[in-house]
């Protein structure tokens, strides 16, 4: 009898501590899991464009060829790589509503570097092409691209304010970053 | 620098992977350990430490960039947007992981409330049976 007693005892001992795992994580708001979903669609649907786009792109480029081919590479990795990203962390949403400090580090960081990707196109624009079709898709996707980073900034902004101290705070905080 | 960064990317992508795959076949062993390893250690090492080494700030764009020097940029926002993407999936793993010992646990909370309502009721005979009205009745 005593044995049944201390064997359930440790089993919810166990069960609580299985439930509390991911409880130094933060609470995703609804707002940011919006922004999330919506990034994630774009993202799938620029990486798309861009493929069917790149190989006209560098064969409409007169010069360097090869940096161009280059750039355009990185470009469509780089997309591929975000929207994959972004899909993992849907996914990692949808079996809970928190995200750890490293993945929104790292989604923050994310704004950064798509800003950058952005003012890269910016730039590299003049060493591309002067075939009007292809200025036309590449004018479309400098936009998506602004507004991809922008969207990204945005998600940055709001993560630092979660992570900011609250002044009416009952309790210390017990999951201090690393 | 361009060289340099695209071989870093493509040595340190799969080794991360593998750890990554490495901890899952863990956790099926050792089950907790490994749950707080993938969600915890690993993710901070691998966050911390590639990111930090390997991938240092962008830098800022002249005013007139060559071809070159936006390429050279672009080798290091693709390495960075890898590396986004390997600690999502990471996240992913991690969140699938606790949602799978969740529901392990639910099934264990069932089985130790049977439990409980059987020890109880066992009791509940016993002294019912030892009810002088009950014993009568007997």
């Known amino acids: 009898m005593r044995a049944a007693i201390i064997s359930a005892a440790l089993s919810l001992v166990a069960v609580t501590l299985i439930f509390s795992l991911g409880g130094c994580d933060k609470k995703v708001t609804d707002q940011e899991k919006s922004i999330i979903a919506s990034l994630t669609l774009d993202a799938q649907e620029r990486a798309a464009a861009f493929d069917v786009a790149k190989s006209q792109i560098v064969a409409a480029t007169p010069n360097d060829s090869a940096i161009v081919a280059h750039f355009i590479a990185n470009q469509s990795d780089s997309l591929h790589a975000l929207a994959t990203g972004l899909q993992s962390l849907g996914g990692a949403l949808t079996n809970g509503s928190n995200l750890s400090q490293n993945a929104r580090d790292a989604l923050s960081q994310e704004a950064d570097t798509a800003t950058a990707r952005a003012a890269d196109l910016r730039a590299m624009a003049k060493y591309l092409t002067a075939d009007p079709a292809t200025l036309t898709f590449l004018a479309a996707h400098q936009a998506a691209l602004d507004a991809q980073a922008t969207s990204l900034q945005q998600l940055k902004a709001l993560f630092v304010a979660d992570a900011a101290p609250k002044l009416k705070t009952s309790a210390p905080p017990t999951c201090a970053k690393k | 620098m361009t060289t340099a960064l695209s071989t870093s990317v493509a040595d340190i992508g799969p080794q991360i992977q593998a750890l990554l795959v490495q901890a899952a076949k863990d956790f099926k062993t050792n089950n907790g350990s490994a749950v ?103």
């Open chain 2, 36 to 138: 707080n390893e993938l969600g915890g250690d690993l993710v901070d090492a691998i966050f911390a430490t590639q990111v930090a080494t390997y991938f240092p700030a962008i830098p800022a764009l002249p005013a007139d960039p060559s071809p070159e020097a936006i390429v050279a940029r672009g080798d290091l926002e693709l390495a960075r947007t890898n590396m986004f993407a390997v600690v999502a999936q990471a996240e992913n793993q991690h969140y699938a992981t606790i949602h799978a010992l969740k529901l392990s646990a639910a099934t264990e909370v069932s089985k130790v409330a049977t439990g409980v309502l059987a020890i109880v009721g066992g009791f509940a005979l016993k002294t019912l049976a030892t009810m002088p009205a009950v014993a009568k009745l007997g």
